[in-house]
Nanobody
């Protein structure tokens, strides 16, 4: 099993920045891919960004491309989401997700989420 714990959410004005963190513990050696998702009130959860734990390309939703950056610190088993130029429509609960399968979709491990609120 892998445990994921998000932190770093909060209230920020439009145009501001936040950095979310996701600390992974447990069988982290089994992780193949990590991602961030978000869910706004009344909406379905949506993909934000992902990468393969061993390296390689990163992938972003069109809505955040150029503003958000996903990265990791292998020594700390931590994944980050740097969010710049935040917009009110970025307001959501942000979730960290991980999975051991070498596929592009499907995540078995989820954190509890961290709230991000962007005021206009």
């Amino acid at each position: 099993q892998v445990q994921l714990v998000e932190s770093g959410g909060g209230l920020v004005q439009a145009g501001g920045s936040l950095r979310l963190s996701c600390a992974a513990s447990g069988r982290t050696f089994s992780i193949y891919k990590m991602a961030w998702f978000r869910q706004a009130p009344g909406k379905e959860r949506e993909f934000v960004a992902r990468f393969n734990w061993s390296g390689g390309n990163t992938y972003y939703a069109d809505s955040v491309k150029g503003r958000f950056t996903i990265s990791r610190d292998n020594a700390k088993n931590t994944v980050y989401l740097q969010m710049n130029s935040l917009k009110p429509e970025d307001t959501a609960v942000y979730y960290c997700a991980g999975d051991a399968r070498a596929t592009t979709i499907g995540y078995d491990y989820w954190g509890r989420g961290t709230q991000v609120t962007v005021s206009s």
